[in-house]
């Protein structure tokens, strides 16, 4: 199922972290008929668009009121990665009205539309792992979210599966991920984004020390994604496969922080300084302590084959390409 060039596709979420690199990779695939959706603010943000091809952008309440009064132009694909990503966020309400309803009337507009509809799930979903990280239909129902942000997502995921759309949209439960384009994300930047300008001011890197009695301090397990690989995995259900359904993308390899903190220092050809603080107490009981996706599912109803980067090869490629430009 190739998209034709012409086609229109829509994005939210578009000047974002993953949405900006989801444009970038449509307009090397030679996509540029693209309706952009953004909150742009007060900040930084808009410098993500400079050098992007599309040919309009709307304001999330332009872009719904549009969506809801069913006046918003045909188009062959939504990707839908809009969302509040905080998972320190506590208005839950907000979350409820940004990241699930808009999300429930975005799908059902593009299903009367018979609009391809792939949008943004988490891994936060899954929880504290209790039950693995398992993307089966069977398992989903039962999962139990450890804060609003992940439960939010879990709605929509829930909503989709209950109603039986599953077969005919996409959910991606995107891991860790890491990359280009996260400059505006404040708290919820990477730690490899944090931490490269930790290393460039005091010569070190801060990691929080472990409250949990399986895991040293620094060795919480993470399934860390490059973000053009998270980018490759959208595209690849937005353009190249009918299939539907609820997906993990993750590398399907659990690194420690550790790991994470030696791979940007030897980016950096720096010897490693690893200093341990204390876990912010908002974050404490709400902390996951290992993900790893179960890529079998991706790999097989979903047919993707590629690999996913290392943290090696994903935090050099960062450094080289992006965080030594800045």
């Not at 309009?56 to 509040?84: M, N, R, T, W, Y």
């Not at 708290?187 to 009695?213: C, N, T, W």
Request: glycine letters at 8%; a neutral charge.
């Amino acid at each position: 199922m190739i998209r034709q060039m012409n086609q229109r596709i829509i994005v939210t979420g578009a000047a974002g972290f993953i949405g900006r690199n989801i444009v970038e990779m449509l307009n090397r695939r030679g996509h540029e008929n693209l309706l952009l959706v953004d909150h742009l603010g007060n900040d930084e943000k808009w410098k993500n668009l400079v050098g992007l091809k599309y040919e309009d952008l709307l304001q999330p309440p332009q872009f719904l009121d549009l969506v809801i009064g069913d006046k918003l132009s045909p188009a062959s694909v939504c990707i839908h990665e809009g969302a509040c990503s905080a998972t320190t966020e506590k208005n839950a309400d907000y979350l409820l009205e940004n990241n699930y309803r808009f999300t429930r009337l975005l799908c059902e507009w593009s299903l009367r539309h018979k609009t391809r509809f792939v949008y943004a799930s988490s891994a936060a979903t899954y929880g504290d792992g209790a039950l693995g990280y398992n993307d089966d239909d069977a398992v989903t129902p039962k999962l139990q979210p450890l804060n609003m942000y992940g439960y939010s997502k879990h709605m929509f995921d829930l909503w989709a599966l209950q109603n039986g759309l599953l077969d005919k949209i996409v959910g991606l439960k995107y891991f860790n991920v890491y990359g280009p384009y996260e400059d505006h994300k404040g708290d919820m930047r990477s730690l490899v984004q944090k931490a490269y300008h930790q290393i460039k001011s005091k010569g070190y890197i801060e990691l929080f020390k472990s409250y949990h009695p399986d895991y040293q301090d620094g060795e919480q397990k993470r399934d860390f994604v490059y973000v053009r690989d998270a980018a490759k995995v959208t595209l690849h259900f937005a353009l190249d496969t009918k299939a539907g359904g609820l997906y993990n993308c993750g590398a399907g390899q659990a690194r420690t922080w550790v790991d994470l903190a030696k791979a940007l220092f030897s980016a950096m050809n720096l010897k490693p300084d690893i200093r341990f603080i204390e876990m912010p107490e908002i974050l404490q009981g709400k902390y996951q302590y290992f993900t790893q996706a179960d890529e079998k599912k991706l790999q097989t109803a979903g047919g993707y084959k590629h690999p996913f980067a290392s943290i090696e090869e994903g935090v050099a490629d960062y450094v080289r390409t992006h965080l030594s430009k800045q």
